[in-house]
């Protein structure tokens, strides 16, 4: 390859559900609501590859709610083991 390739830009069709969740709920809705920059950019790529609003956004939930829990775990094996970072700032673990 040269770099001088053209190519050529081929609209997706998107089916009529995609198309009202995509106007029902734009970037800056999502963004404001509190959904990650990142995570709204990944849901809107899927949704223009074809993959349902719902399964899409459910894959990323599940995702964020896998991420939260081994935050959530972590901190608590921390506390429990004394971290440093933790009792420094009184806080205690509770389950």
Do not use: C
Not at 22 to 28: D, F, I, Y
Not at 32 to 43: I, P, Q, R, S, W
Request: net charge negative; no cysteine.
């Amino acid at each position: 390859m040269s770099g001088n390739e053209i190519y050529e830009v081929v609209p997706i069709e998107l089916g009529p559900e995609a198309e009202a969740h995509k106007r029902a709920m734009p970037l800056q809705r999502l963004v404001g609501n509190g959904m990650d920059f990142a995570d709204v950019v990944e849901l809107y790529a899927r949704v223009d590859r074809g993959q349902p609003w719902a399964e899409a956004a459910g894959v990323l939930g599940d995702r964020n709610s896998a991420r939260a829990e081994q935050a959530l775990t972590s901190y608590f094996d921390e506390a429990s083991t004394g971290s440093s970072d933790l009792t420094r700032t009184g806080r205690t673990a509770q389950r």
